[in-house]
């Protein structure tokens, strides 16, 4: 029997575990980019600026982030089944809480609970696929995995941009309630439970130094934007992440059973898909974010406007994963992730000489290049992470990616975004003092330009023919800033590309990669 392209008595049942998966990985994906879409919305209604709306991205991202590894674990010893329909449940409530949200602070807390839901639920989606398909199937049915992933990022923008033009941008929340509950019927009757047979143990002492670590330099990042680098909040937030990461790196490396093993690190596929994850995850979430705010914020576009203008990036994604994932499983990782990874940061140096008047014509085929890139690194990526540490390691292998990915999110938005919004304020003081504004007139409108958005009532206090002098130079002042965010994670991107060059196997390799991760397995003392 075969169905699609994998072949057995059991095909039927491997094909509804893998749909099951990639519908649960589809809700969490969709949401990442219909929030992004609705950014620009939530600012005026919740009169939330730029460091708000970086808090309501990686207020999810930093709890996904921290919890990841103990989500991977966790599914491993108590069984995957159970963890992943635990995280569906709670991911499903917190998108209920987050549509509920009266301000920005209870929206910022239900994103977080939603982040702790998705860090049980994504790590078995990976981890259920791995042990349920034989090594000869698996590149295709991650294939097909991350291609789900990207027809829900090509969904997000599209649906998000009209639901919260027509339903409000609480509905973008709202939406993940009836996925979930349909999620979660599916995955109890299709899903067969299964653990490691290395039982391993929570490393809470890990946890907490990671998590506190993490949180630290994403709170020094964002808040630096309204505080000023040099407050002692800020100075003491950088001090205590670098001493709490390298307390966290201790404890890693002489823990007996530590959250996350170090030695899997000596692995240089391991390691070089770790921070290509990282990075493309950067690149990817500062396409969105700063591309939603660039289409609405600047060019006017309506949120359905913008999430049509980004179907050319994600429908490029779909089309390439799957056909991606089919080539790394005859010829190895290395050239679809080198390929993909130039393309993805070319595209993003070319975004960064956007202008005001810029015709989307030309950025269409920007948009579709990049996708083109990205489809074509996924796949390939995570397989070649999966491959490295084995099935019997499938969870914490699929914890590990994924949390380099999230981190990359999080630096993704808290450091683009702070190199964004300080350039704005650098920029935009000596352009308001020509507009003749009095000094408490542009003493409020710079300090209103630096949150990444100007109140209409605050312009309205203007004289009418210094609102427009205003709104230009607050249009001016975001492109530079923008500007320099984008070429950062261009940059980022082609360094990735060398890494996954020069240490992801090609075809040839691949065996030598599964030599050097068994003979590293009895040290590892999983």
Request: overall charge neutral.
């Amino acid at each position: 029997m075969s169905l699609l392209g994998f072949e057995g008595e059991n095909a039927r049942e491997k094909v509804l575990v893998l749909l099951t998966m990639c519908f649960a990985l589809a809700m969490a994906m969709l949401d990442n980019t219909v929030v992004n879409v609705a950014l620009p919305t939530i600012s005026r209604e919740l009169d939330a600026g730029v460091s708000e709306l970086q808090w309501i991205v990686d207020g999810y991202v930093l709890a996904l982030a921290s919890f990841l590894l103990t989500g991977g674990i966790v599914g491993d010893r108590f069984g995957r089944k159970k963890t992943f329909l635990t995280g569906l449940v709670v991911f499903t409530a917190a998108s209920l809480a987050c549509g509920l949200s009266q301000d920005t602070a209870q929206l910022i807390a239900a994103r977080a609970i939603q982040g702790l839901g998705a860090a049980l639920l994504l790590p078995g989606t990976l981890s259920i696929i791995t042990v349920t398909f034989p090594p000869h199937e698996r590149a295709r049915a991650i294939g097909l995995w991350a291609g789900v992933s990207g027809l829900a990022l090509a969904l997000g923008p599209t649906v998000g941009g009209l639901m919260v033009e027509r339903l409000g941008w609480e509905s973008v929340f709202f939406l993940n309630v009836p996925i979930g509950v349909i999620a979660f019927l599916v995955a109890t009757r299709t899903v067969r439970e299964s653990t490691s047979p290395e039982l391993r143990r929570l490393d809470a002492p890990g946890l907490l130094l990671g998590t506190s670590a993490l949180f630290l330099v994403t709170y020094a990042l964002i808040e630096s934007n309204e505080r000023g680098w040099s407050d002692p909040l800020i100075v003491g937030s950088l001090v205590g992440f670098a001493i709490l990461l390298v307390a966290f790196l201790m404890w890693e490396r002489r823990s007996p059973q530590p959250m996350m093993p170090l030695r899997l690190f000596r692995i240089p596929a391991f390691s070089a898909g770790n921070t290509v994850a990282f990075s493309v995850s950067l690149g990817m979430f500062a396409t969105f974010f700063f591309m939603s705010l660039y289409m609405q914020t600047i060019r006017g576009y309506t949120a359905l406007e913008a999430g049509v203008r980004f179907l050319p990036l994600t429908l490029a994604v779909i089309v390439t994963a799957p056909n991606a994932g089919r080539y790394a499983q005859k010829h190895g990782s290395r050239t679809p992730m080198t390929y993909g990874l130039t393309l993805a940061g070319g595209g993003l140096l070319v975004l960064s000489r956007l202008s005001l008047e810029t015709p989307y014509l030309l950025m269409l085929p920007v948009f579709a290049v990049m996708g083109h890139g990205i489809g074509a690194t996924m796949a390939p990526m995570t397989a070649a992470v999966m491959n490295a540490v084995g099935s019997e390691r499938a969870g914490l292998g699929s914890a590990m990616t994924n949390t380099s990915r999230e981190v990359g999110g999080v630096f993704g938005i808290a450091l683009l975004g702070t190199v964004l919004t300080t350039r704005l304020r650098h920029v935009i003081e000596p352009a308001l003092t020509p507009l003749g504004l009095s000094p408490q007139q542009q003493a409020a409108v710079a300090d209103a330009a630096g949150h990444g958005n100007i109140d209409p009532a605050l312009l309205a206090t203007l004289p009418s023919d210094q609102q427009a002098r205003v709104i230009d130079a607050f249009r001016a002042s975001f492109m530079s800033g923008f500007r320099i965010s984008l070429v950062i994670g261009g940059l980022v991107l082609l360094t990735a590309a060398v890494v996954a060059n020069r240490f992801i196997p090609g075809r040839a390799a691949a065996r030598e990669v599964m030599a050097e991760r068994d003979g590293l397995a009895p040290a590892m003392e999983l």
